[in-house]
DNA sequence: CGTTTAATTGACCAGTATCAACAGGAGTGG
DNA sequence: CCACTCCTGTTGATACTGGTCAATTAAACG
């Protein structure tokens, strides 16, 4: 199983205190969230929680890749995010989750009651602003997915599916697909086919090399981001 | 010019004390927030803020209807949303913002410096609950509408939209547009020429009436519920 | 009123979905 | 070790939703 690395860019515009406000160094250092989880193993498939589910608490992602799903009555799908190390979810204030959370591969998630968050965050700035900033990077996490979802090609979609993985991925240029055909082309709004097909389109135009289904090489990244759309 | 109700229902499980967390209540007491703000009148058709412009504020709707939105390099458009009076808009912790903010009609908005907000919220935890139940409600609705840009259909989509905005308007069944087809379609991830036939399309049917382009009347909003796909 | 802009409607087209067949690997049992 | 099965992914043929282009109507504004 392949391990992948926490993105964790520090952000200049925080909401945290200046000299605080780098988060890999506040990670190591064991601030006051850390004090207050609990370490839940998950196994591959297994549901964290269901959609309509009383949400209790938010959590956080140690390790193994998850998603996070919504249907509608009739069983169409659209998955919101795929999570790695080092992302949260479960970041709700209604009553219930809206998302269903489940494991892609084995994973292990710490737990982080919101009673007891709640609390903390009443007496604890930095974890206040903390959460906030968490809260904050998934919103604008959210916001690119709309355009992406409402007006992108297929084949933009997909490209910029792949830079997203790339830049999640520890190798420069390749990729270890932890999702199915199904979950990418539900992440998307495709059908598993033109996923499929997309993907076999830009194995010809020689763009990316597939061998195997799970593991995509990016031969030429400038043409990848070319074809994002996005410039 | 037609007024919109700010949509404010109490969440029983936010992230303020409960005794605390009726915001209406809140709103009309005038908290810490409010103290904060800067009212800034705004021209109908008038940018608050640019994409990719610094973000410096956070901002309110105190009357008027804005719109926030995103564009490709190729012109695409993708509004995230509408924003009637309450809704708060341009939460980010980004260095600039992601989308521009322009007023539909004639509005005022309240602005918000983010360093004075932040410097509030390190001391006043009450402000600091406040702002991050705003984000995670901002949070939760934009999660609905990845579901409804993935996987919907033209037809849910726009009785989605209806729905929508019968939800903020201060009327039972009827609904005054403020915003263009264009709007709509870019709302939507449609053209205006599939809104268009979608709204004869239900007009014909027998669920709607439309007066004018603008003005919308619900005739049978079981059907509409019905063809919206949630249920 | 005439002019301009927004919305509607129509004809046609394209991108993506749907339906269906086939291929490739992984696991299982003989 | 090979054959069989199952499951996932790929490829093909065809259909259809929604997009594009164009013409018409309606509304807004001077």
Redesign the pocket.
């Known amino acids: 199983m392949q391990i992948y690395v926490a993105a964790t860019s520090p952000d200049s515009s925080s909401f945290l205190a200046r000299g605080a406000s780098d988060r890999i160094a506040q990670d190591r250092e064991g601030d006051a969230l850390e004090m207050l989880g609990t370490v839940v193993p998950v196994r591959a498939g297994a549901e964290i929680y269901g959609e309509g589910d009383t949400a209790t608490a938010w959590y956080r992602v140690q390790c193994g890749v998850l998603r996070t799903c919504k249907l509608l009555p009739d069983g169409r799908r659209q998955i919101e995010d795929f999570l790695f190390p080092g992302d949260f979810f479960g970041l709700e204030n209604r009553g219930e989750h809206s998302f269903a959370a489940e494991a892609i591969t084995a994973a292990t998630v710490v737990r982080y009651s919101r009673p007891r968050l709640t609390a903390a965050a009443a007496s604890n700035s930095r974890l206040a602003a903390r959460l906030l900033d968490v809260t904050l990077e998934q919103l604008g996490k959210v916001h690119d997915r709309l355009l992406l979802l409402g007006r ?6 997909l490209t910029t599916f792949l830079l997203e993985m790339l830049d999640r991925s520890p190798d420069g240029d390749a990729i270890d ?1 932890a ?5 990418i ?1 539900d992440y998307l ?13 830009m ?1 010809h135009e020689g763009v990316i090399a ?1 061998p ?3 593991h995509v090489v990016i031969l030429d990244r400038d043409a990848l981001e070319e074809m994002s759309g996005d410039e």
Do not use: C, P
Not at 152 to 157: D, R, S
Not at 179 to 183: G, V
Not at 193 to 201: D, G, K, L, N, Q
């Open positions: 992108k090609t297929a084949e933009e979609k697909l999702m199915s055909r199904t979950d082309a709004g495709l059908t598993i086919e033109t996923v499929s097909r997309t993907f076999s389109m194995k597939l195997s289904a799970q």
